[in-house]
């Protein structure tokens, strides 16, 4: 699959999902949820594209195309991504998350792809997911 057809895809998705078409739903801001599978769909294509994920803040502009509604929340913090971390079948580790999870629990995006739903003593025994050597 091209990058072309990637990023077209996921437009078209986070359209449907966030209702931007202009009928009533397109006041609604993406959730949590939805922003953290904006991540697995960014990290999908880059591994598609052979290519390594940011695994620092100025590398998230590289990306940003496959970010529309989540870049913004990474740098401010509110999303935070284990830089340079992978997705990885099988794996169990948190690899981003909302940034209130550590202390009042809130979704996470697991290295398997999966988001879920973690209570702040869930997050804190989790794993939590290292960039790729």
Not at 105 to 130: N, R
Request: glycine share 10%.
């Amino acid at each position: 699959m091209t990058r072309t057809t990637v990023v077209a895809a996921a437009g078209l998705y986070f359209a449907a999902v966030c209702g931007c078409g202009g009928g009533p739903q397109g006041t609604a801001d993406p959730s949590a949820r939805e922003k953290l599978e904006e991540v697995k769909a960014m990290l999908d294509t880059v591994a598609a594209d052979r290519a390594k994920p940011p695994s620092k803040p100025s590398e998230l502009a590289a990306v940003e195309p496959y970010l529309p509604t989540s870049a913004n929340d990474i740098r401010s913090g509110e999303l935070v991504y284990q830089w340079g971390a992978t997705l990885s079948p099988g794996g169990s580790a948190v690899l981003a998350y909302e940034k209130k999870a550590p202390t009042d629990g809130g979704y996470v995006l697991l290295q398997d792809g999966t988001v879920k739903h973690m209570t702040a003593q869930e997050f804190a025994a989790a794993p939590k997911a290292a960039a790729k050597k």
